[in-house]
């Protein structure tokens, strides 16, 4: 859904502000004006989550995905017959004889002729939501179930609605997806284990009732009051049945303004929210266009909390372009930080983090690939990408591996690359199907063929399987149970590899970074491609663009690059070819960076030697403990080196 002031794309910044200062001891985050609860899922996986929004439909929208942890089993419906809640919902053939307000007040039905929904859509949706009601009313369902049915109802409002962006006004012609069937949005939960509480109400009235370790605060910026922008989702959520005035069929709300919209009191509700708030840690997002000013923010943070560790960091982005401006004016999200009590952690600056860049980064901030890859980067991220560049347009990952730095990688565009197909596909079903989906599949697959870490029969017949259908999901599955985690494959591309007995299982561990793994990969904006390197097209790049290369190394001897596992060997050639691309792209200003090693157990790559010398080399500290190509020697006898252009 699009939001205004959501925080998707500023999450992993904020969660390096929270790894720099919090430590195992903080349980309890609060997210205390959620919206759509970007960042209140973000956290689940982490700490046991408070959320709040004083609208209705931002509090149904959180307390389904959050205080929820697992999807709704609806076992009373099941009783009456109905199986599939939501399929019902879509589907059901009805003659509609109760309550209309959606379809009498948004529709071109009511007298008014609004046009926020199409008729057809507009009665659909007062169907599901009376349904949904009545099942309430009726015990059918109980308050988890209820609040996931409306989140899923009011999560696909926005793809039939005939608007530009928010609801303070419709169109005067019908946009093309208003005419698309409604249907409700399926939404995935995730199990933290913890008891997590959501709330709808006044902000600076319930900080005085709660307490805990992280406090993130996004209060609105501006005068633009956040109901008359979403007060047909805030109708639906509700179904009171409001007065609707005007053109666009305004419901009232002049008794639910807020104080952080307007100018006389903003200042004071943030001052009296700092002082009441009970929390160790303290954060902040804030817009240098909002109503306070950095100057008051800091003010108010330093009165409230311990001077000392108040600190902020300014993130630059376009806001917008004016018609006969050439150039976009640039504007600033901050992220403030302060502590209202002494931490174990040592305080630092926030801009020694350099978040808008990426130098000075804590592992922990990184998501780690449900894959066990050999020649995996995870583990030397931190050095990677304190040496990759800040700004990227398009980042091309050549030789995606295991995806650990696809995974991480801070871009407007991601290009995934790998020979090995069957790896790609993987990938590109776990970023695009529904994480319950996936991991429904597992569970099942588990189940039937009794896998586990000593039956090797049931793991020979899933992988019998396996190769009879080509399942990508099963691939996954499969890899987990097979000897070291690895992907083999034979000269038919049929999965060979043995069974790792004793070892290789699907975790807890393997479930939480597959999950983290899919909801980060969800939020780029991705293309994946299973090409020879040599095929990949880059005239289309330019100075803005980054491409990333973590080829098979030609001095080590992994299963990748031996050409007995169904895809082609690496050889002199292939190294030599890949030394051509990366100058071409150097002769086009296209930024790269080459992961590679110049010296291995006595054996050196002169190839590779030689034509570095006209680029910049940086050598990393390397430890890769899964790789079957690292003995146990002494770390200088493998010189690994990350080459640039820039």
Same mark, same amino acid.
């Given at each position: ?10 999450l992993? !910044? ?7 200062h919090c430590?195992?001891?903080? &349980?309890?985050?609060?997210d205390?004006f ?23 439909f ?14 709704? !089993?609806?076992?009373?419906l ?5 199986c599939e809640?939501?399929?019902y ?58 609040k ?37 949005y ?46 047909v989702? &805030? ?15 305004m419901?009232p ?5 807020s ?7 903003? &200042? ?38 311990r ?27 901050y992220i ?6 002494a ?8 801009r ?7 130098t000075?980064i804590?592992k922990k !901030? ?16 931190p ?18 591996g ?43 697959k ?17 992988r ?10 099963d ?9 070291n985690?690895?992907? !083999? ?32 990969m ?12 040599r ?7 330019s100075?803005?663009d980054?491409?990333y290369?973590?080829?098979p190394?030609?001095?080590?001897n ?19 070819d ?5 100058d ?5 200003t ?19 030697i ?8 940086h ?28």
């Amino acid at each position: 859904m699009r939001f205004i002031g959501s925080k998707a794309n500023l999450l992993n !910044r904020i969660k390096a502000v929270i790894d720099q200062h919090c430590d195992e001891s903080d &349980e309890i985050f609060c997210d205390l004006f959620s919206g759509t609860g970007a960042v209140a899922r973000y956290f689940k996986p982490y700490y046991q989550i408070i959320s709040n929004d004083i609208l209705s439909f931002s509090h149904i929208l959180t307390a389904a995905t959050i205080e929820n942890n697992e999807k709704p !089993r609806f076992e009373k419906l099941l009783k009456e017959g109905i199986c599939e809640p939501i399929t019902y919902l879509e589907n059901e053939r009805f003659l509609f004889l109760g309550k209309q307000y959606i379809t009498d007040t948004y529709s071109p039905a009511g007298k008014d002729g609004r046009m926020y929904f199409t008729e057809e859509n507009a009665r659909r949706i007062d169907f599901i939501r009376s349904t949904i009601e009545g099942w309430k009313n009726e015990k059918l369902i109980n308050a988890g179930e209820y609040k996931y049915l409306l989140a899923c109802l009011i999560e696909g409002v926005p793809f039939i609605s005939n608007i530009t962006g928010t609801y303070g006004a419709y169109l005067k012609h019908w946009d093309k997806r208003a005419y698309k069937k409604f249907e409700m949005y399926r939404i995935n939960i995730i199990d933290n284990n913890k008891r997590n509480i959501c709330y709808n109400e006044d902000a600076n009235e319930l900080i005085k009732k709660i307490k805990g370790d992280i406090l993130y605060i996004d209060p609105p910026y501006n005068e633009r009051q956040y109901l008359p922008n979403y007060h047909v989702l &805030e109708t639906i959520a509700r179904y009171d049945s409001p007065k609707a005035t005007g053109i666009t069929g305004m419901r009232p709300y002049g008794h639910e303004k807020s104080d952080y919209c307007m100018k006389a009191n903003v &200042e004071a509700a943030f001052s009296n929210l700092i002082a009441d708030a009970d929390f160790k840690h303290i954060i902040v997002s804030y817009s240098d266009d909002g109503l306070l000013s950095v100057e008051q923010i800091l003010t108010i943070l330093r009165k409230h909390c311990r001077t000392e560790s108040v600190d902020y960091v300014a993130i630059p982005y376009a806001r917008y372009k004016g018609k006969l401006e050439q150039k976009q004016k640039e504007h600033n999200e901050y992220i403030f930080y302060a502590s209202k009590y002494a931490t174990k952690k040592k305080i630092s600056s926030v801009r020694d983090m350099s978040i808008a860049g990426t130098t000075a980064i804590d592992k922990k !901030r990184f998501v780690k690939s449900p894959m066990n890859y050999i020649g995996g980067k995870y583990k030397i991220l931190p050095q990677l990408f304190d040496l990759f560049p800040n700004d990227i347009d398009t980042f091309i990952d050549l030789f995606a591996g295991g995806f650990n730095v696809s995974a991480n990688i801070k871009a407007k565009k991601t290009i995934c690359n790998d020979m090995n197909h069957k790896v790609v596909e993987m990938v590109r079903t776990l970023c695009y199907a529904d994480i319950e989906i996936v991991l429904r599949r597992i569970d099942d697959k588990i189940q039937e063929f009794d896998l586990s870490k000593e039956n090797e029969v049931g793991y020979k017949a899933f992988r019998d399987c396996y190769n009879a259908t080509g399942n990508p999901i099963d691939l996954f599955t499969l890899s987990c149970f097979s000897f070291n985690y690895q992907f !083999r494959f034979n000269s038919k591309l049929e999965y060979n590899n043995p069974f790792g007995r004793n070892r290789s299982q699907y975790s807890e561990i393997t479930k939480k970074n597959l999950i983290l793994f899919m909801e980060e990969m969800k939020r780029k904006r991705l293309e994946f491609f299973a090409r020879d390197f040599r095929s990949m097209d880059i005239d289309g790049l330019s100075n803005n663009d980054f491409i990333y290369c973590d080829p098979p190394y030609l001095i080590t001897n992994g299963s990748y690059n031996d050409g007995n596992r169904g895809f082609h060997d690496w050889g002199e050639e292939e190294e030599r070819d890949l030394c051509k691309f990366l100058d071409g792209a150097n002769k086009r200003t296209i930024r790269f960076a080459l992961s590679n090693v110049f010296i291995h157990k006595n054996r050196e790559n002169k190839i590779l030697i030689d034509w570095a010398k006209k680029y910049k080399v940086h050598y990393i500290d390397s430890d890769y403990s899964n790789c079957n190509y690292q003995f146990k020697e002494k770390a200088a006898e493998t010189v690994e080196v990350l080459i640039t252009n820039y």
